[in-house]
């Protein structure tokens, strides 16, 4: 893909001033908004209905879901179901979203500042598998742990204190990590779009 867009606002440009090619919308409530999804149905931003009908007429974007009671977009010449979810017919690759950066105080957020250890308040974080052994500082090697724990481990592995952990330490899920920030109230009729990006 040679001419793949870095960013999400390069791939949906504000065509409020696009005078004449969209029109009016019509059957809409003003203020409808509409879920705009990558075209890997991963959710990108939410987009006013307007420019969601500007994105659709011009191929960029198409209705994966339409709005209900028959909410129509009326132009000089056409009809088209006015969308409440809709997927860019490109790709757009999104950089930031593709990882989030781990940090000591995501972490700990991440464990609820339990010990993953011994369960009590934790300040610190922990490498299970120490770095001194080849530990990656990562999401998935890094748990919080209270300094009580985090002392007595040192540069030991799990399997030498007779440790083990609940679960399998992860990167938070991408919702929690921020990747689409609603700024607008989440309509129900996007919720399963939503919850498949968590
Ligand atoms: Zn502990």
């Known amino acids: 893909m040679p001419d793949r867009q870095p960013q999400v606002l390069a791939a949906v440009p504000d065509t409020g001033g696009a005078a004449g090619e969209a029109g009016?919308?019509?059957?809409?409530p003003p203020g409808s908004r509409v879920l705009l999804l990558n075209a890997s149905f991963e959710p990108l931003a939410v987009v006013t209905a307007k420019r969601a009908i500007v994105l659709m007429l011009s191929g960029k974007a198409e209705c994966v879901q339409a709005a209900l009671e028959g909410a129509a977009f009326h132009s000089e010449n056409l009809t088209v179901p006015a969308p409440s979810v809709m997927r860019l017919s490109r790709y757009v690759r999104v950089p930031y979203r593709r990882a989030v950066p781990m940090t000591r105080a995501g972490v700990l957020r991440r464990d609820l500042r339990?010990?993953?250890y011994c369960g009590k308040k934790a300040d610190t974080i922990d490498h299970v598998i120490p770095r001194?052994?080849?530990?990656?500082?990562?999401w998935e090697n890094c748990v919080a742990a209270c300094k009580a724990c985090?002392?007595?481990?040192?540069?030991k592995l799990l399997d030498e204190l007779g440790w083990t952990l609940e679960k399998a330490p992860k990167p938070p899920n991408r919702a929690a990590g921020g990747v689409l920030v609603l700024a607008v109230e989440p309509h129900p009729a996007w919720e399963p779009w939503l919850?498949?990006?968590a």
């Open 195 to 197: 919850s498949e990006a």
């Open 132 to 138: 001194s052994r080849g530990g990656a500082h990562s």
């Open 24 to 28: 009016e919308v019509t059957s809409l």
């Open 114 to 116: 339990r010990c993953a």
């Open 150 to 155: 985090n002392s007595k481990k040192a540069d």
